[in-house]
């Protein structure tokens, strides 16, 4: 069964530093997404994104972070400047159709560490 | 993928019984219902969704229902086995909008 895949698995990184998280979903599907978790809390969700650009963020999702899909395999999760509160799993979905009509499959996600 | 929280409500069963799990939604407009299941070190896998213009779903082994009145949903697992033990999480989604609204989870421990 096909699946989203996410590399690396774990990230450790130096607070300021800018981390990308790496994600290749399904292949037939157009909808990608991440979400994150931090130790203890619910899932959230941070963005959405189709046809090369953001359809919906969430307000976690500030000018720090960005997404890009720069083929037509991979899509990234970029954090520009970690601070210490960013350490959660990041998870990558994806859907074969927007999230209400296709339900998302989610890839085991980069737990990433801000030291 | 750890879904782990200290305070995540638990519900133990015996393999072979059933096995029922609850969840509030917050949001009386949304839609679509989905569950999901979390193993440790695992991203949160689908298992079965509903739309609010359904009470109940069945898939395998698993039912879904669906309270509108009181915003309320449960997952039933007929004749529960060790590989289901997972962080169960239910998500809605709103209207206009297709981001999934996670619950908190509930842990689920079968014992032989």
């Known amino acids: 069964e096909p699946e989203v895949t996410q590399t690396p698995s774990h990230q450790v990184t130096q607070m300021g530093q800018e981390v990308i998280l790496r994600c290749v979903p399904i292949?037939?599907?157009?909808?990608f997404y991440w979400y994150r978790q931090i130790l203890g809390q619910k899932v959230e969700f941070l963005v959405s994104f189709y046809n090369n650009e953001i359809s919906e963020k969430s307000e976690i999702f500030d000018d720090q972070f960005s997404v890009e899909r720069p083929d037509g395999s991979n899509f990234t999760l970029k954090i520009r400047s970690t601070k210490l509160e960013d350490s959660a799993m990041y998870f990558c979905?994806?859907?074969?159709?927007?999230?209400?009509?296709?339900?998302?499959?989610f890839g085991n996600g980069t737990r990433l560490t801000v030291t | 993928g750890e879904s782990v929280g200290l305070h995540l409500p638990t519900l133990s069963v015996q393999e072979g019984d059933n096995s029922i799990i609850n969840c509030a939604y917050s949001?009386?407009?949304?839609?679509?219902f989905i569950w999901y299941k979390q193993e440790s070190g695992k991203g949160p896998q689908f298992i079965i969704d509903?739309?609010?213009?359904?009470d109940k779903r069945q898939g395998q082994r698993v039912t879904v229902l669906l309270n509108k009145t009181v915003k309320h949903l449960s997952l039933q697992i007929a004749a529960t086995q060790p590989g289901d033990s997972a962080v169960y999480f239910c998500?809605?989604?709103?209207?206009?909008?297709?981001?999934?609204?996670f619950g908190t989870g509930t842990r689920l421990q079968v014992f032989p």
């Open positions: 949001n009386s407009a949304s839609d679509y």
């Open positions: 979905a994806s859907s074969e159709q927007d999230g209400v009509t296709s339900p998302l499959h």
């Open positions: 509903i739309r609010s213009n359904m």
């Open positions: 292949s037939n599907h157009l909808y």
């Open positions: 998500a809605e989604i709103p209207p206009g909008t297709d981001k999934l609204i």
